[in-house]
């Protein structure tokens, strides 16, 4: 959970990943993991399945799919 925890550290606040603060995982090793499931689609299909729960949390209609 940390590992998702500094990916979204950098993807929330923009910045570069070796900003990732010290409590969190090192920034190498959060990039190993965004890195390997950006490129096998993992990454893909976890935000898309937040974004549905998200959407249906604040009871919006869910968004059209691809």
Known sequence: ???VNAI??????????????G????WS????YFDKWEADG????VSACLT???REHAQ???APQP
């Open 52 to 54: 549905v729960s998200s």
């Open 1 to 3: 959970m940390e590992i």
């Open 60 to 62: 919006k209609k869910p």
């Open 42 to 45: 993992t990454w893909a299909r």
């Open 8 to 21: 979204l550290y950098v993807l929330k606040n923009g910045c570069v990943w070796r900003d990732v603060p």
């Open 29 to 32: 090793t959060a990039y190993w």
């Open 23 to 26: 409590d969190l995982p090192p």
